[in-house]
T-cell receptor, first 112, second 116 residues
């Protein structure tokens, strides 16, 4: 079955440093979504990427979808303590109905 | 407030108990989901309902039994669970748009289940 891997599992950064999490799928995806889950909270949708090579920005967050539509990344510039949480990617295959396959998540910790 | 409400927020049950988790969405979506989130595994999809018809059952043991009486309500009935079933159970809803434009998931706050 489809697998979505995320690295790293954990990342400690000093406030102000940059952070990147990477997502790799064993199969080609029709789209990829990113979610953020704060400690003790529930996943909240951030963005969806659909096109090969697509890049989208949300303030300090930059999302990329690979040319082969099998990998994606999320980059945060100049992290802040409010960025703390776990970031999940979730891939969707075109022939998989409503099934989104989530990666294991990257837990980001930011030291003030 | 996400528009998806789950009750109870916390549940402790013995292995012989029968309990139910409830989810209600106020967003007018046509698809609802149950996910399991445990400490050592990624978010695991359990069940999907489209227009209250079950479209996915992701090899979930029969001790978990879903029910979707209408497109706004989703239940997860629990019976003779095991301690390893202790986890956060998340309900989500989405608007299935068809094609490659998959609707985003709106998650509830989850039901934290502990099986003794």
């Amino acid at each position: 079955g489809q697998q979505v891997m995320q690295i790293p599992q954990y990342q400690h950064v000093q406030e102000g440093e940059d952070f990147t999490t990477y997502c790799n799928s064993s199969t080609t995806l029709s789209n990829i979504q990113w979610y953020k889950q704060r400690p003790g909270g529930h996943p909240v949708f951030l963005i969806q990427l659909v096109k090969s090579g697509e890049v989208k920005k949300q303030k300090r967050l930059t999302f990329q979808f690979g040319e082969a539509k099998k990998n994606s990344s999320l980059h945060i510039t100049a992290t802040q303590t409010t960025d703390v949480g776990t970031y999940f990617c979730a891939g969707h295959r075109g022939n998989a109905g409503n099934m989104l396959t989530f990666g294991g998540g990257t837990r980001l910790m930011v030291k003030p | 407030e996400t528009g998806v409400t789950q009750t109870p927020r916390h549940l402790v049950m013995g292995m012989t108990n029968k309990k139910s988790l409830k989810c209600e969405q106020h967003l007018g979506h046509n698809a609802m989901y149950w996910y399991k989130q445990s400490a050592k595994k990624p978010l695991e999809l359990m069940f999907v309902y489209n227009f209250k018809e079950q479209t996915e059952n992701n090899s979930v043991p029969s001790r978990f039994s879903p029910e979707c009486p209408n497109s706004s309500h989703l239940f997860l009935h629990l019976h003779t669970l095991q301690p390893e079933d202790s986890a956060l159970y998340l309900c989500a809803s989405s608007q299935d748009l068809g094609g490659v434009n998959t609707g985003e998931l709106f998650f509830g706050e989850g039901s934290r289940l502990t099986v003794l």
